[in-house]
């Protein structure tokens, strides 16, 4: 039976963890797909990619609105997905070599299934380890939808791989993968529908996020809301019956109705490892789980599925596996996510409602990005800025941005933030670049 020093499960976030503290270790890594995981191969890093692809072609149709001749003639797919993962797919290869090259790493190219403490089948033989560390991912939640079963429908693991752009695509869900692969596709040319069982799009957002998002989707494209898929069936194209009576036709099929961990593929109670109500692994402080030696790291453990939260355990536990007696806490206060649609959303801390249900005091502002002189430049109407904080510390609660460059924008508070400044400090204490578009968050902050 091959026992290890250290054996992680998952090569993504990972596969970050082994360095030279461990070059004296026994080091076992299992991944049954690609290295780099779901980030780099069929998430963040490809789809960021098309996203930037079509906000260049939404770019040309839009620009002749400012006096610029510019036309969208569409696109070259295979031109398009074949540079992406060009240049991904071989980063993917190289990884796994690279770790096969090393005198100290075993590489096992098989899923992992806990059978007792400490001890994992791969490929039909059991394994064991003084430490393991968790780090499996989660996979896509497919609906019991009648007659989808079997239909070749797309999720976002391979939506991004299609041999043509599909001429009519229609995308069940509203959360930020639909999001973007919405803005992706339509932006390429193909018509799309997105169909939404909420009133809303971007569940668990701020409510004034989550309007301006669903304005201007239903906008741009066909948003059907409150409407779910009743039945699906594929003969040459897709047939898919919805709960208001109506039915659609479509090339492709994207189903993005959510992501659930893999802790329960892994069969990780044999282990001794606790789930929680939602199927994540559940951990201290440390990063350890309820089995002793045992530790968890990433969107196997963490309800906000996250890549750069996912960085940050990994080097937490990358710390605390050598040093036991000078163990790290992960710092969750401060978590930000962005949206990668068109526009862009960039989020951290509180939302407005989770302030009002907690009875938590709180001021609010609001600043447009048509207030400000480069949104009024780039004649921007939706766009906006809204800062929460407390009245009697000012320090900052909350802040959501939906725009042009969104997600960088909301960076500078997630800094103040960290570092403890009041929204005062923040708006007062540095000088704002006129006419950038940083001036939106400096005078929303003055508004407060």
Request: glycine share 10%.
């Given at each position: 039976?091959?026992?290890?020093?250290?054996?992680?499960?998952?090569?993504?976030?990972?596969?970050?963890i082994?360095?030279?503290?461990?070059?004296?270790?026994?080091?076992?890594?299992?991944?049954?797909?690609?290295f780099g995981g779901t980030c780099m191969n069929r998430g963040c890093i490809p789809s960021k990619m098309l996203v930037h692809v079509a906000d260049l072609a939404l770019s040309a149709r839009?620009?002749?609105?400012?006096?610029?001749?510019?036309?969208?003639?569409?696109?070259?797919?295979s031109a398009i997905r074949d540079r992406i993962f060009g240049r991904i797919d071989p980063i993917a290869a190289s990884g796994l070599e690279y770790r096969r090259s090393l005198a100290n790493v075993t590489v096992y190219e098989h899923s992992a299934r806990f059978t007792d403490e400490r001890t994992v089948e791969l490929d039909g033989r059991e394994v064991t380890a003084d430490r393991i560390v968790v780090a499996a991912g989660?996979?896509?939640?497919?609906?019991?939808?009648?007659?989808l079963t079997g239909t070749g429908f797309r999720t976002s693991d391979d939506v991004m791989r299609l041999d043509e752009l599909p001429e009519r695509l229609v995308i069940l869900g509203g959360g930020f993968i639909a999001a973007e692969m919405a803005h992706v596709f339509d932006g390429?040319?193909?018509?799309?529908?997105?169909?939404?069982?909420?009133?809303?799009?971007?569940?668990?957002?701020?409510?004034?996020?989550?309007r301006c998002i669903t304005d201007v989707y239903l906008d741009r494209m066909d948003v059907r809301l409150e409407t779910t898929a009743s039945e699906v069936s594929h003969n040459g194209t897709y047939d898919i019956r919805l709960s208001d009576g109506s039915s659609l036709q479509?090339?492709?099929?994207?189903?993005?109705?959510?992501?659930?961990?893999?802790?329960?593929?892994?069969?990780?109670?044999?282990?001794?490892?606790?789930?929680?109500?939602?199927?994540?692994?559940?951990?201290d402080e440390h990063l350890r789980t309820s089995?002793?030696?045992?530790?968890?790291?990433?969107?196997?453990?963490?309800?906000?599925?996250?890549?750069?939260?996912?960085?940050?355990?990994?080097?937490?536990?990358?710390?605390?596996?050598?040093?036991?007696?000078?163990?790290?806490?992960?710092?969750?206060?401060?978590?930000?996510?962005?949206?990668?649609g068109h526009p862009q959303v960039g989020s951290v801390g509180h939302t407005e409602k989770e302030l009002i249900?907690?009875?938590?005091?709180?001021?609010?502002?609001?600043?447009?990005?048509?207030?400000?002189?480069?949104?009024?430049?780039?004649?921007?109407?939706?766009g906006f800025a809204k800062v929460l904080a407390d009245p009697d510390t000012r320090l900052l609660l909350g802040a959501h941005i939906v725009g042009p460059q969104a997600a960088t924008l909301v960076q500078q508070l997630i800094q103040g933030m960290a570092a403890g400044l009041t929204v005062d400090q923040m708006a007062h204490d540095q000088l704002y670049i006129h006419p950038a578009m940083p001036e939106l968050v400096e005078q929303a902050l003055l508004d407060l």
């Amino acid at each position: 039976m091959p026992h290890h020093d250290l054996l992680i499960i998952g090569a993504g976030s990972g596969n970050s963890i082994i360095g030279p503290e461990h070059d004296n270790w026994d080091v076992a890594i299992a991944e049954p797909w690609a290295f780099g995981g779901t980030c780099m191969n069929r998430g963040c890093i490809p789809s960021k990619m098309l996203v930037h692809v079509a906000d260049l072609a939404l770019s040309a149709r839009r620009a002749p609105d400012l006096g610029v001749h510019t036309a969208f003639h569409g696109v070259d797919w295979s031109a398009i997905r074949d540079r992406i993962f060009g240049r991904i797919d071989p980063i993917a290869a190289s990884g796994l070599e690279y770790r096969r090259s090393l005198a100290n790493v075993t590489v096992y190219e098989h899923s992992a299934r806990f059978t007792d403490e400490r001890t994992v089948e791969l490929d039909g033989r059991e394994v064991t380890a003084d430490r393991i560390v968790v780090a499996a991912g989660a996979r896509t939640i497919v609906p019991n939808i009648p007659g989808l079963t079997g239909t070749g429908f797309r999720t976002s693991d391979d939506v991004m791989r299609l041999d043509e752009l599909p001429e009519r695509l229609v995308i069940l869900g509203g959360g930020f993968i639909a999001a973007e692969m919405a803005h992706v596709f339509d932006g390429l040319g193909s018509r799309v529908t997105l169909i939404h069982r909420g009133d809303l799009m971007l569940r668990g957002a701020d409510e004034d996020v989550r309007r301006c998002i669903t304005d201007v989707y239903l906008d741009r494209m066909d948003v059907r809301l409150e409407t779910t898929a009743s039945e699906v069936s594929h003969n040459g194209t897709y047939d898919i019956r919805l709960s208001d009576g109506s039915s659609l036709q479509a090339d492709q099929l994207l189903v993005a109705t959510g992501r659930q961990p893999n802790g329960d593929l892994l069969e990780v109670d044999r282990a001794g490892i606790d789930l929680d109500d939602q199927g994540y692994i559940t951990t201290d402080e440390h990063l350890r789980t309820s089995a002793n030696g045992v530790w968890a790291l990433g969107d196997v453990t963490n309800p906000r599925q996250l890549k750069h939260t996912a960085n940050a355990e990994a080097r937490i536990i990358t710390h605390n596996l050598t040093n036991p007696g000078e163990l790290r806490s992960v710092d969750r206060r401060f978590v930000p996510h962005a949206v990668f649609g068109h526009p862009q959303v960039g989020s951290v801390g509180h939302t407005e409602k989770e302030l009002i249900d907690s009875g938590r005091s709180h001021i609010v502002a609001t600043r447009r990005y048509s207030e400000t002189a480069y949104g009024w430049a780039m004649e921007d109407s939706t766009g906006f800025a809204k800062v929460l904080a407390d009245p009697d510390t000012r320090l900052l609660l909350g802040a959501h941005i939906v725009g042009p460059q969104a997600a960088t924008l909301v960076q500078q508070l997630i800094q103040g933030m960290a570092a403890g400044l009041t929204v005062d400090q923040m708006a007062h204490d540095q000088l704002y670049i006129h006419p950038a578009m940083p001036e939106l968050v400096e005078q929303a902050l003055l508004d407060l």
